[in-house]
């Protein structure tokens, strides 16, 4: 089944149960500042308020742009009120439309299930680049330097977790989080076995990939 992620920065929307829609599972997840790293696998639509606890609406709408995981995303901003000036800014800043708030389930959904259909998704084809290594999400493809990098699906989701994410060290609880694992069935032995696998990989096409270990924490991705 597809899974089309839908995130909002209004807190209600964590009391909202998965619609089911054809082949597809919506999910709603609630969007702040000091949310956990997530993967995304599948459309991301994203609401955002105009007014925000940390930032502003506008800010944060920049700041999903500037961020990988996001950039691509469709980005609705919901305005407390019906201002020809706000719509303009909100546009600006990235948006790709405007509704006036506050947005409720089924009015997120109407607007999710309207515009896919007129998109007739998929949606964007993501890429991600950190200097030569690339990473094609819809083909799982993985090259350094125009070399292909055979990687099983659990390697090549592990690594796009590292990439999305560059710069941070993120610990082995995040990592088995990200990856959907059962916190229950699997500790942080686990991801040091799993990231020794991903390393051994690509030490045997002799590239030096940049993932350090950073003792009693857990990995960064150096970019």
């Given at each position: 089944m597809n899974v089309v992620h839908i995130l909002s920065t209004d807190v209600s929307i964590k009391a909202f149960p998965p619609f089911l829609h054809g082949k597809?599972?919506?999910r709603f997840s609630h969007l702040s500042l000091a949310a956990t790293p997530t993967l995304f696998e599948g459309p991301v639509w994203i609401f955002v308020d105009w007014v925000l606890p940390e930032i502003s609406g506008l800010d944060m709408i920049r700041r999903l742009r500037n961020d990988p995981r996001t950039s691509s995303a469709h980005i609705t901003m919901v305005l407390e009120q019906c201002d020809d000036d706000d719509k303009r800014r909100a546009l600006r800043a990235g948006a790709d439309d405007y509704l006036v708030g506050p947005a409720h389930r089924k009015?997120?959904?109407d607007r999710v299930l309207s515009l896919m259909s007129?998109?007739?998704?998929p949606?964007?084809?993501q890429v991600l680049?950190?200097?030569?290594l690339?990473?094609?999400i819809d083909a799982w493809r993985t090259t350094w330097d125009g070399k292909s990098v055979q990687l099983t699906p659990h390697e090549f989701r592990l690594l796009r977790f590292f990439v999305e994410n560059p710069n941070r060290a993120l610990s082995r609880s995040e990592v088995i989080?990200?990856?959907g694992r059962d916190s229950a069935s699997f500790d942080g032995r686990n991801v040091d076995a799993w990231v020794r696998r991903l390393r051994a990989v690509f030490e045997r096409s002799d590239i030096n990939l940049p993932l350090r270990t950073v003792r009693s924490v857990g990995y960064v991705y150096d970019s």
């Open positions: 597809a599972e919506f009015q997120i959904l007129e998109r007739d998704v949606l964007t084809h680049e950190r200097g030569p690339l990473m094609d989080e990200a990856l």
